[in-house]
């Protein structure tokens, strides 16, 4: 590409030069006579050098020479701003940019180990980025089996209808460079909907060649499809959970995975943290769980129902950080961040309505009918172990909600305890109209009874006479 002051012409070298207010022959002017590389612009300590022009004589411009409102002097200083930043693109400008980028993004606490390291690489810490691409070529991501690419796992995801995947490149990238990719998770496979075996093969079409893969490769996929980045490493991934994966127990393996990739109700704005408290006082999905034997990732629970029931999407993206394991290995980590998809939080200019005014109503909504039918779903329990579950996960002082439980309890039993006694004394008082009533039928009965005999006795007394 030729500097926007270069315009092609008709002639023996095909180009001229723009011109400023010096005019070309005068004495002591900027113009003049010079080889193919000497500077063309000048600015401060800094000169550019137009090495394309195939003329012999290339005058130089200062900067200066041109008037501000000249078409001229912008794309000069555009050209300008695009060297710099050509020059400037190197891994320590590339991390301190993606520092910056980050910081307004949530960390996950766990991190991957990516791979080991040697202690030779321990100087070079702080140039993760160039360790990653020093030990795996571009578009691996991850360290195995060469022909298991993060394409092929994504194919696996798609061929069984659990994710559906979009990509999106810069327009001054190539195609095959994404800046944004979406991820829709519609499904999750259980073991149990596998097959006879976990290790029962499937098969896909890889560039038109069979390749099998079995139930530990589909849980893999779920990850692996999330290790894409572009040499800017800038990549972003937006992910959203179905709610209608609710209708199957969900995995503890999918549970491990929102571990690593799956965000936090610290990143939601106020609106959605606002209907989450009141949503997980009355959700039947939670109470439900609440009554299960073990329950996984018990404190981030509710947490994760919440963006599941709700399919409440969010921005994920990775970088490496060099660190050490337990035993203090060197190794390249795969750090996560989550962030809220801050488009939803956005009007629409037409409109003047939120982005996500819809989710909102949707949330609010279902917690209205949860609370005009609050028994739908609900089991009735007031047990030490649910409520110990409930009082874990809400917000606010433990012990003043524990005393709350305590004092609800008290007042439930000082109602039993009264409507029990009114019960055993009407109870007391039906038996002794119920007791009194059995005597007067037993003596009645008895009197009969006695009755008969005597009239029997009479008879057999009647007939010694006869004979």
Not at 74 to 94: G, P
Not at 124 to 129: A, F, I, L, T, Y
Not at 428 to 433: A, G, K
Request: charged share 25%; glycine share 4%.
């Amino acid at each position: 590409m030729d500097p926007p002051w270069m315009i092609k012409v008709r002639g023996k070298s095909g180009y001229t030069r723009g011109r400023g207010r010096s005019s070309p022959g005068a004495s002591g002017s900027s113009y003049g006579s010079s080889s193919s590389n000497h500077p063309i612009i000048h600015r401060g300590g800094m000169s550019l050098v137009n090495l394309k022009s195939s003329s012999k004589e290339v005058s130089s411009i200062h900067l200066e020479d041109i008037p501000e409102n000249n078409p001229l002097y912008v794309q000069l200083q555009e050209y300008l701003s695009q060297k710099k930043n050509e020059k400037s693109d190197t891994f320590a400008s590339i991390a301190k940019e993606d520092l910056d980028y980050i910081k307004s993004y949530e960390k996950v606490a766990k991190k991957e180990i990516i791979f080991l390291l040697e202690n030779a690489k321990i100087q070079r810490k702080e140039e993760p980025w160039k360790i990653f691409q020093r030990y795996l070529i571009n578009g691996l991501y991850f360290p195995g089996e060469s022909y298991k690419t993060r394409s092929c796992y994504e194919t696996i995801l798609s061929s069984t209808g659990s994710v559906d995947f979009q990509h999106f490149s810069g327009y001054n990238t190539s195609e095959n460079v994404y800046n944004f990719s979406k991820m829709i998770i519609k499904q999750i496979i259980s073991i149990e909907d596998w097959g006879i075996s976990s290790i029962k093969e499937r098969q896909i079409s890889l560039n038109k060649v069979p390749t099998n893969f079995t139930y530990w490769d589909y849980i893999n996929a779920f990850s692996k499809v999330l290790y894409y980045n572009n040499e800017r490493h800038k990549h972003i991934w937006f992910i959203k959970v179905c709610g209608k994966i609710f209708s199957k127990p969900i995995p503890n393996w999918f549970l491990n995975w929102w571990s690593y990739h799956g965000p936090m109700v610290k990143i939601l704005p106020e609106p959605f943290l606002k209907l989450y408290r009141e949503w997980i006082k009355i959700s039947p999905n939670l109470n439900k769980l609440y009554h299960t034997d073990h329950i996984c990732y018990l404190e981030q629970i509710e947490q994760i129902y919440y963006f599941i029931e709700f399919s409440i999407p969010w921005i994920h993206k990775w970088t490496p950080e060099v660190g050490f394991t337990d035993e203090q290995i060197p190794c390249l980590y795969r750090t996560y961040y989550n962030n809220f998809w801050d488009k939803i939080m956005k009007k629409d200019p037409k409109t003047k309505i939120l982005y996500g005014q819809e989710l909102l109503d949707v949330i609010s909504q279902t917690i209205s009918d949860y609370s005009s039918s609050p028994d739908k779903g609900i089991i009735v329990d007031n047990s030490v172990k649910h409520m110990a579950r409930r009082i874990l996960n809400q917000e606010g002082d433990k012990e003043a909600l524990i005393n709350n439980y305590l004092e609800e309890v008290r007042r439930n039993l000082l109602l039993n305890i009264t409507r029990d006694d009114k019960s055993d004394a009407s109870m007391r008082s039906e038996s002794s109209e119920d007791t009194r009533d059995n005597i007067q039928e037993y003596e009645s009965t008895a009197e009969a009874m006695r009755q008969k005999d005597q009239e029997y006795l009479q008879e057999l007394k009647n007939k010694e006479k006869e004979c």
